[in-house]
């Protein structure tokens, strides 16, 4: 097979929870391990960390990727779903697999593959284990694609894990309250690895303390040792002051080259109260959430003996974006009017969605929207400005809401506006239709965003 007939096998020969929903999800992980087993059991030939949580982890993988990238270290990335192209799933040091290693993975073992029918989520992780190891990664950074206890990634034994955040999403597979999904994320917390919790949440936080005392693993609260305020913006990048009583700012007064321009804001002497500032190159206000459990988790793994300068850690979360290809994170597509895409689609996504549409300046709001059809979306729609003008829309899955399905409920609570289905379509429209002074935002869904030509 040639590249495109290999992505139609994998898109289409097995199902894919992304595209369809409910049919591809399966609460066990036979037929990773089977597989993986099959593969010589990759997993167990590189370091790694792993990474869950609702809202967050795809940017704080991205984050610690980009970090140990930038100390020297060969790092691995596997997150999913994909924007643009199926190898954006499989990085290392930013660089996609080849889709010639794609053909080669799949033409290797289309036997074996075709006799145990693995989910197209399970197949994809076994390549991206599979290319870690052949390439011989220092670390790999993996993120969970939904939950954690039953998620095929769940075969790792890494060097930490880290939980970003517990909200409602997936519901129907992960349990209708924060507890019961706190439990199945905490699914990746395994015995004797210290797990960072990025953010301390009342109804989520004795369900981590408990599996943590049960596997014997040293458990932080990163936010309790660390807090992250974003003081300004610019050029698409964030200014965070940092207020730590941890040990990342006793070693960086050490350390500091006054002359090098990504450390130059942490100087010693512009220091106020135990606190910093740094650049990170992700401009949405929740970054807050995630900077803490970051920070955490290269303090433990420092301890644990990787060699994480300051500077690496500086200009990492300074050029993630750069470094590790990420993309969709309230990223500005254009200005006059300003065009931003954000790839959050949860209520709790959504809530600092709009929080942060709030700083901005402008005479009318623009929400192009698509969603899935699988969530109860009518939290986030309940939450949306009446006063803003929408465009419906939906992306090209059969997962999709179809977008006069979305215009209804959103008409049913009062929100006007027009259904345009094609998502680029809807963005011209909108840009049609806007004034100078206005903004446009473009999102609901990560597929929505997936499909912007322009991104």
């Avoid at 954006?88 to 697999?97: A, Q």
């Avoid at 889709?99 to 080669?104: A, F, M």
């Avoid at 197209?120 to 870690?132: I, K, L, N, Y």
Wanted: aromatic residues 10%.
């Amino acid at each position: 097979m040639n590249y495109q007939e290999t992505l139609d096998y994998l898109f289409n020969s097995l199902p894919m929870f992304q595209r369809v929903g409910a049919s591809a999800f399966r609460k066990d992980l036979r037929s990773t391990v089977l597989l993986c087993g099959y593969l010589g059991n990759p997993e167990r030939k590189f370091k790694s960390i792993h990474v869950a949580g609702t809202n967050g982890k795809g940017s704080s993988s991205h984050s610690l990727a980009s970090i140990f990238q930038s100390a020297g270290y060969k790092t691995g990335l596997y997150t999913s779903p994909h924007l643009k192209s199926f190898t954006e799933r499989i990085r290392i040091n930013g660089e996609k697999i080849s889709p010639g290693l794609v053909v080669q993975f799949v033409e290797e073992n289309k036997n074996f593959l075709d006799e145990l029918k693995p989910s197209f989520f399970e197949m994809t992780v076994g390549m991206a284990f599979w290319h870690f190891a052949q390439q011989e990664v220092d670390i790999a950074i993996v993120e969970v694609g939904m939950g954690g206890n039953f998620d095929s990634t769940n075969i790792i034994t890494p060097e930490l894990s880290l939980i970003t955040n517990i909200g409602f999403d997936h519901v129907q597979f992960l349990g209708n309250t924060l507890p019961l999904i706190a439990g199945e994320k905490a699914g990746i917390i395994k015995a004797n690895t210290p797990v960072v919790i990025s953010e301390t949440q009342g109804e989520t936080k004795e369900v981590f303390i408990q599996k943590a005392i049960k596997m014997n693993a040293p458990i932080t609260f990163s936010d309790d040792k660390w807090r992250a305020e974003k003081v300004s913006e610019e050029e698409g990048k964030a200014n965070y002051c940092i207020q730590t009583s941890g040990e990342l700012k006793s070693s960086v007064e050490s350390q500091i080259d006054p002359g090098d321009a990504a450390s130059r804001s942490m100087n010693p002497q512009e220091e106020v109260n135990n606190s910093f500032i740094l650049t990170f190159g992700l401009n949405g206000n929740y970054q807050k959430y995630n900077l803490p459990g970051i920070l955490e988790s290269i303090a433990h793994m420092r301890k644990l003996g990787w060699n994480l300068p300051e500077k690496a850690v500086l200009e990492g979360l300074k050029n993630v974006a750069e470094l590790t290809g990420l993309k969709g994170r309230w990223q500005t597509l254009s200005t006059n009017p300003t065009v931003i895409c954000d790839t959050g689609h949860n209520e709790a996504g959504f809530r600092e969605i709009l929080s942060q549409l709030q700083t901005y300046t402008f005479t009318k709001l623009w929400l192009v929207l698509g969603m899935v059809q699988d969530k109860d979306i009518s939290k986030v729609l309940s939450m949306l400005p009446k006063s803003a003008n929408f465009v419906f829309c939906a992306a090209k899955l059969p997962r999709a809401l179809p977008a006069d399905q979305l215009a209804e409920k959103a008409f049913s609570l009062g929100l006007k506006g027009e259904v345009v289905p094609d998502i680029n379509d809807a963005l011209a429209f909108a840009r049609k239709n806007a004034g100078e002074d206005d903004l446009i935002f473009v999102g609901g869904s990560t597929f929505v965003v997936a499909e912007i030509e322009e991104l």
